[in-house]
């Protein structure tokens, strides 16, 4: 694989990864003559990633993507000259960077110190300061009782936000707004069973995420190679990026690259990076972390530089020289596209992907490791593709942008395409009003946009015993949505209903034929959903406590025989990297519990029972962890 100034060649490199960052850093080997080894689960065993990889190898049973032993071996047993981690599973562990260079294989990442240094929020709070970037204002040590929330929160406000130092992607994030907030949390609870810490932050409510990714050599050279805008989040996590940042303020580009700079070189960072901040309508400029490894929005930068990221990564690790780097030209949006529904409060969605289409044309690149028939879980990210879209200008891309949703088509799983479809006609985002930088914000989708696309009163859908008796399968979801091709009066039309609503076998209309399933009866409520508390709460009939999703269960915090007063905890359940907490829907004393933590449970499953209940919903409140 051919570098420059290089002490090494790379020429077999192990992808520690899955799905389309795998892919990604697979395309890139290739086209440098390099020789890709890939692991994989028995999930993955048809996966593109498994198909496109030179060699593929299962993983030994019951491990996974996050097996540092079972990784490493295989590494060893393949003759694996350097170990790439894309993003997520082992990315950040410096355990397995330490491991991975211990065996003489090239560790594509900074190295463990530098990721000592910045992987976690307490470290990173610490280095900003040592560097002289300003983080946002909040304590750099632990957390752990409500008292040091209510003192900090009288001196600077609420809202404030606790935020594990483990945590990333907007996991382990909780949001605190009042003083009995701060006593009723379950958030110091969580952290102490999973021995996690905490520490306390302000929460900026109406800020600009703006971000630059950085490359940095072992000669000491430093790039920015773009800026990137990441302001549209829901629960902390990126929906949609664009570069370069657009309406930056005078003078901002080059505080940006100043303070990146000296982040890196306080740790001595070799690399790629990126560095993240909060730019205030007042002009503040708020470092939040550095990500010491390729970020899922990394394309946008690619695209309006023409820089393939991943090769500089495995230049830079194979001692090479960063090199020029090109100005940026043109403008580039990312739409991430993952299994959730914008009209339930971007609840998660699983199933069986019955049809996928991507979009094509000028200036379209899609990232996605999924094909038709591919079984969505809650095992993964909810992430199943990146459309990336660029343009001569900001305008000109979010153009081709509405075009290319238009062109997209998934069945099977409930997708986030229509909030892409109605950010992209919002004023704020395109309109004049744009032209100033403050008509979004990074809490402007939960609170403007969501409502907005929320499931109308009076919608139709089925109540707490009926969901518990149907089948949540992917041919029969409420949850789930199919497109069909119809002719309504000479006019060819699409019309969208729900999995299960229509019954009997047969063809479906331009998808070709699939039985159906009998449709489940269907009942009307007075509100949207109500009886199914979609946005993270647990089903309740007769005393049983039912999980509202398909989801793992990540912890059990009461014991049968135990009492229970409304509000306590009682399950931790994990979707899609969101934790649901379930809470008890009145006093009672836990007759059973019927799961057990690891355990993989399917909607309407049987959590637990609590003796002398009375039918309700209980009280949840759903958190990233």
């Known amino acids: ?115 000592r240094a910045l992987g976690d929020k307490m470290s990173a709070r610490a280095t900003a300061e040592k560097a002289d970037v300003a983080p946002v204002p909040g304590i750099t040590s632990p957390v752990t009782d409500p008292a040091t929330v209510i003192a900090f929160a009288a001196e600077h406000g609420y809202p ?35 021995d996690g810490i905490l520490i306390l932050e302000k929460f900026v409510t109406a800020a600009r995420h703006v971000e630059t990714q950085c490359a940095r050599d072992a000669h000491g050279a430093f790039a920015v190679v773009s800026t990137r805008d990441c302001t549209l989040q829901r629960r902390n996590q990126k929906l949609l990026e664009e570069a370069p940042a657009p ?151 979010l153009a081709r942008a509405r075009r290319a949703l238009r062109e997209t088509v998934v069945e099977g799983v409930t997708v986030c395409t229509a909030l892409h479809e109605h950010v992209l006609a919002r004023p704020e985002l395109t309109g004049p009003d744009a032209a100033g930088g403050l008509g979004v914000t990074t809490r402007w989708i939960e609170s403007s946009v969501l409502p907005e696309l929320a499931a109308p009163a009076g919608a139709t859908v089925p109540v707490v015993g009926e969901l518990l008796a149907a089948d949540t399968s992917a041919d029969g979801s409420w949850r789930t949505r199919s497109t069909y091709v119809i002719e309504l009066n000479g006019r060819r039309l699409s019309l969208t209903l729900p999995d299960g609503i229509l019954g009997g076998p047969g063809a479906r209309p331009g998808i070709g034929s699939r039985p159906h399933r009998a449709p489940q009866p269907l009942r009307s409520r007075s509100r949207a959903r109500s009886a199914l508390a979609v946005d993270g709460g647990a089903l309740a009939l007769d005393g049983v406590i039912a999980a509202p999703m398909q989801a793992i269960v990540t912890r059990i915090c009461v014991e049968p025989g135990e009492r229970v007063h409304e509000g306590d905890l009682l399950v931790v359940l994990e979707s899609m990297k969101m934790e649901n907490y379930v809470h008890a829907p009145h006093d009672g004393v836990v007759e059973a519990v019927d799961v057990s933590a690891g355990q993989t449970v399917s909607a309407g499953a049987e959590l637990l029972r609590l003796a002398g209940a009375s039918t309700g919903t209980p009280s949840t409140e759903a958190k990233e962890d």
């Open 160 to 194: 404030v936000a606790l935020k594990r130092t483990d945590g990333g992607g907007g996991r382990g994030i909780t949001v605190i707004a009042s003083d009995d907030e701060a006593h009723s949390t379950p958030a110091f609870a969580s952290a102490a069973a999973g």
């Open 1 to 115: 694989m051919p570098t420059r100034a290089t002490t090494r060649v790379l020429d077999r490199v192990l992808i520690a990864n899955r799905g389309e960052i795998a892919l990604r850093v697979i395309r890139t080997v290739r086209d440098l003559g390099g020789t890709s080894i890939l692991p994989y689960t028995p999930e993955d065993l048809m996966s593109p990633a498994a198909e496109l990889a030179d060699e593929a190898y299962a993983l030994p049973e019951g491990s996974g993507y996050t097996d540092v032993e079972a990784i490493l071996a295989l590494a060893q047993q393949t003759g694996a000259q350097a170990v790439h981690p894309g993003y997520g599973f082992l990315s950040e562990n410096d355990a397995f960077a330490q491991a991975v260079i211990d065996a003489g294989i090239a560790w594509i990442g900074p190295s463990p110190n530098a990721m």
């Open 247 to 397: 309406y930056l303020p005078e003078g901002l580009h080059d505080r940006l690259v100043e303070a990146s700079r000296r982040l890196l070189e306080t740790v001595d960072y070799v690399g790629v990076a990126t560095c993240e901040f909060l730019l205030t309508p007042e002009g503040d400029l708020w470092f939040l972390e550095v990500n010491p490894r390729l970020q899922v929005e990394h394309c946008v930068s690619e695209e309006v530089t023409g820089t393939d990221l991943v090769e500089t990564q495995l230049r830079i690790a194979a001692g090479g020289d960063l090199g020029e780097v090109p100005e940026v030209r043109g403008h580039s949006i990312e739409l991430r596209v993952t299994c959730e529904d914008p009209a339930a409060g971007m609840a998660p969605s699983t199933g069986t992907i019955t049809r996928l289409r991507w979009p094509a044309g000028p200036g379209i690149r899609i990232e996605s490791g999924v094909v038709e028939g591919d079984v969505v879980t809650p095992l993964f990210d909810p992430m199943l593709a990146k459309i990336v879209v660029t343009g001569a200008t900001r305008e000109q891309a």
